[in-house]
């Protein structure tokens, strides 16, 4: 085995004379590592592959485009570069060596020896789950703290810009820019000619970047030329207090926003400096109503600030409890998945900024422009794959992160595409696969032409919905939306037995009839919907849909066991095929009991005997695999070894250096390459095993109880025997 090899399979990596990393990286050294990650906005990462210092990089977007962002420290007059790669002509001085790389599911901590000074820099991404105003803060923060490592006072002193590059995906635009001075400084950037809800190579075109720090004594800051300004400190080890009003193109003598603190003296550990670097825009969605009306939404942070100076200065004040609050939160995570493994704690942790930064919590606003704080609609990005508003079924694999953290996000997500089929506008019997093709555009599909995953997001939505019942105890679903749940249903009662030639969330696999494992998920969504009608006290239909989704097992066992091997096939008929039927995932989830335990034996066992060096194949069209749902697999295998070895074969994939993109969930299993997508919140799925242990403790609590009763039986619903799916639509296959 290599020396690479054996540090890929440590959980702290040391320094590897064969390896690229020469830093301790805990718990490993991933593709790319989250720096500022809160929005589909703001989501600068340090891109690594097989390792690359926090200085021998910029910093970059999730597509790969430059973020300018800067830092020196000067120790007894001697200047090194700890952030970025900046070149100033001219000027002299040193790279900072990284001697430690740390990161957890909030927190990106580096630590540059700088001469006889190490400086701690903590990239502190909060994820505030129950704090809907300060989950919706697009705001993250950076912090500074040196520490003398030889026992000796030096004189130090500390540099960070960032640049107009955090504002546009096209550098030849235009940008202005102004400086407020007061108790705190506060950088903001912007284009001078903005595209309201416009994306440009994935960046808004609307909004502007902040730059924020206290004003501190020995706190001084500068706009201006990158070089110039830079040059200002490594020369001076302090800015000069002045503004560049020259506004001009992002690439035209590359404009930046700096700030220097003095520390003094420093014998010991210094008090940390802390920057807030963020993106905000108002409104940051446009949504659907009723009558094909458009209604602007705005971030959830404005029903408590007046103004972003406002939430800029409160977000600096709460640094000290928001990262008591991070750290308890990354203690908890960390032990409730290293119960599981130490490679499952890691790879929880990687994924945990990555699923939250795709998403936006927002509300509209009053007559008067206040915002209506009863009115909170959650807002997902697909990122790097299709660009979507609420994608049904990549809201589906993120579904534990939710459930984990807070159920109450997961109907936030819900809610826009609940509201918009509730007006009648999306003409289709089934649910639809998003709530618009571009974000932040949640205009819909009226003309019916969004993509067709007809039985897939019909089972999701009917399986998100009662999970986050029993999660969260909250019926309002119920309530509001009895008759959409069940005209999905009776969609899945025709269809979901013997599936027509669909995609479905794999859907770069392609279209194929009779899939296996869509037949499981719209089986679960029927017996789903028995529950959800049992809890609205409609005992006579809830019955019906659980005769019908048992007689659908009994059926789908017959048309989908390989009769040539022990498995399930890929489709009907094919007896060879395979894949992985994650979407089993559902009945353990749920607690229903549908499918019967020797299913999950027989897959388990055969998975075992088809893992390649990454990881099980999706299915047998190709070797490659997902990696959320390896997870979902790795959940309801029946036996720990194969639970760790799809657990290990992702891990190794995350750690394996073979990218240098943020985590990307669709890869090779042959020699862990990447087949595409990167920063998808698709890797909330990877926290399966935590929202199933959460769940499954949660209807053991309630087992004992009984069903409320929220709504009168609807006279129109309509039994449907349980032969009518199966016998509509044999024609479809043969065996």
Same mark, same amino acid.
């Given at each position: 085995?290599?020396?690479?090899?054996?540090?890929?399979?440590?959980?702290?990596?040391?320094?590897?004379?064969?390896?690229?990393?020469?830093?301790?990286?805990?718990?490993?050294?991933?593709?790319?590592?989250?720096?500022?990650?809160?929005?589909?906005?703001?989501?600068?990462?340090?891109?690594?592959?097989?390792?690359?210092?926090?200085?021998? !990089?910029?910093?970059? &977007?999730?597509?790969? /485009?430059?973020?300018?962002?800067? #830092?020196?420290?000067?120790?007894?007059? $001697? *200047?090194?570069?700890?952030?970025?790669?900046?070149?100033?002509?001219?000027?002299?001085?040193?790279?900072?060596?990284?001697?430690?790389?740390?990161?957890?599911?909030?927190?990106?901590?580096?630590?540059?020896?700088?001469?006889?000074?190490?400086?701690?820099?903590?990239?502190?991404?909060?994820?505030?789950?129950?704090?809907?105003?300060?989950?919706?803060?697009?705001?993250?923060?950076?912090?500074?703290?040196?520490?003398?490592?030889?026992?000796?006072?030096?004189?130090?002193?500390?540099?960070?810009?960032?640049?107009?590059?955090?504002?546009?995906?096209?550098?030849?635009?235009?940008?202005?820019?102004?400086?407020?001075?007061?108790?705190?400084?506060?950088?903001?950037?912007?284009?001078? !000619?903005?595209?309201? &809800?416009?994306?440009? /190579?994935?960046?808004?075109?609307? #909004?502007?970047?902040?730059?924020?720090? $206290? *004003?501190?004594?020995?706190?001084?800051?500068?706009?201006?030329?990158?070089?110039?300004?830079?040059?200002?400190?490594?020369?001076?080890?302090?800015?000069?207090?002045?503004?560049?009003?020259?506004?001009?193109?992002?690439?035209?003598?590359?404009?930046?926003?700096?700030?220097?603190?003095?520390?003094?003296?420093?014998?010991?550990?210094?008090?940390?400096?802390?920057?807030?670097?963020?993106h905000v825009r108002d409104p940051a969605v446009e949504y659907i109503v009723a009558g094909g009306n458009i209604q602007d939404r705005s971030l959830f942070f404005w029903s408590q600030f007046s103004s972003v100076g406002a939430a800029i200065s409160s977000f600096l004040g709460d640094f000290s409890s928001a990262l008591s609050r991070a750290n308890t939160f990354d203690a908890k995570v960390q032990t409730d998945a290293t119960a599981i493994s130490s490679d499952y704690a890691g790879l929880v942790a990687l994924s945990m900024r990555q699923a939250f930064g795709a998403t936006e919590i927002t509300a509209s606003r009053n007559s008067d422009g206040s915002i209506n704080t009863s009115d909170i609609l959650m807002f997902m990005k697909e990122i790097s794959s299709d660009g979507n508003v609420n994608t049904v079924d990549v809201i589906f694999p993120s579904w534990a992160i939710w459930l984990y953290t807070n159920p109450a996000l997961g109907k936030y997500l819900l809610l826009p595409l609940f509201e918009y089929q509730a007006t009648g506008q999306y003409p289709n019997k089934w649910a639809v696969h998003d709530m618009g093709a571009s974000y932040p555009k949640a205009l819909g599909h009226n003309d019916g032409n969004d993509e067709m995953m007809p039985l897939e997001e019909s089972g999701n939505m009917l399986i998100m919905t009662l999970s986050y019942i029993q999660k969260s105890g909250d019926q309002s679903l119920i309530t509001s939306y009895y008759n959409l749940l069940d005209q999905w249903t009776q969609f899945l009662i025709a269809e979901a037995l013997i599936p027509a030639n669909q995609i479905s969330t794999d859907d770069f696999a392609g279209a194929l009839p009779n899939q296996t494992n869509l037949a499981i998920k719209g089986i679960v969504g029927i017996k789903a919907m028995s529950e959800i009608a049992s809890l609205a006290g409609n005992s006579s239909v809830a019955s019906n849909y659980s005769s019908i989704a048992a007689s659908y097992v009994t059926q789908w066992q017959d048309f989908a066991t390989s009769k040539t091997g022990p498995h399930l096939t890929l489709n009907y008929g094919n007896d060879s095929s395979w894949g992985l039927s994650y979407n089993l995932y559902g009945d353990k989830l749920l607690g229903l009991n549908l499918f019967p335990e020797s299913v999950y034996q027989m897959q388990t066992a055969w998975y075992s005997s088809h893992n390649n060096s990454f990881g099980v194949p999706l299915d047998t069209r190709h070797t490659y695999t997902k990696s959320d749902w390896s997870i979902l697999s790795a959940a309801i295998s029946t036996t720990t070894a194969v639970r760790d070895l799809f657990i290990s074969a992702v891990h190794k994939y995350a750690a394996d250096g073979e990218s240098s993109q943020p985590l990307g969930d669709w890869y090779e299993t042959l020699d862990g390459s990447v087949e595409g997508f990167r920063a998808r919140p698709v890797v909330g799925g990877h926290l399966a095993l935590l929202a199933l242990q959460t769940a499954d403790a949660k209807l053991e609590s309630s087992a004992a109880a009984s069903p409320t009763s929220l709504i009168s039986p609807d006279p129109s619903v309509i039994t449907v025997k349980a032969s009518n799916g199966a016998s509509r639509r044999a024609s479809r296959w043969s065996l």
């Open positions: 085995m290599s020396v690479l090899a054996t540090c890929l399979q440590l959980n702290v990596f040391v320094a590897c004379a064969a390896a690229a990393v020469t830093w301790t990286a805990t718990p490993f050294n991933p593709a790319s590592i989250p720096l500022a990650v809160r929005s589909p906005y703001l989501s600068a990462w340090l891109n690594q592959g097989s390792g690359t210092a926090l200085n021998a !990089d910029w910093p970059r &977007f999730w597509t790969g /485009s430059i973020l300018g962002w800067a #830092g020196f420290i000067k120790v007894d007059g $001697t *200047a090194y570069n700890f952030l970025g790669t900046p070149s100033v002509p001219s000027v002299s001085f040193q790279k900072s060596v990284q001697k430690s790389m740390t990161f957890t599911s909030t927190q990106s901590t580096f630590v540059m020896t700088s001469g006889p000074i190490d400086l701690t820099v903590n990239f502190l991404s909060p994820v505030e789950p129950t704090d809907l105003v300060k989950q919706s803060l697009p705001l993250s923060y950076l912090t500074l703290t040196a520490t003398s490592t030889d026992g000796k006072s030096h004189s130090v002193q500390v540099y960070t810009d960032i640049s107009a590059e955090w504002v546009t995906g096209d550098d030849s635009l235009t940008a202005n820019w102004s400086t407020t001075v007061g108790s705190t400084l506060v950088h903001q950037v912007q284009l001078e !000619d903005q595209t309201p &809800f416009g994306e440009v /190579s994935d960046r808004i075109q609307q #909004g502007s970047a902040y730059y924020a720090t $206290t *004003a501190a004594s020995g706190t001084t800051y500068q706009t201006g030329q990158d070089i110039v300004v830079r040059a200002q400190f490594v020369n001076n080890g302090t800015l000069a207090n002045t503004q560049d009003k020259n506004f001009r193109a992002v690439d035209d003598d590359w404009p930046v926003f700096a700030f220097a603190h003095d520390l003094g003296t420093v014998s010991g550990t210094s008090s940390p400096i802390t920057i807030a670097v963020g």
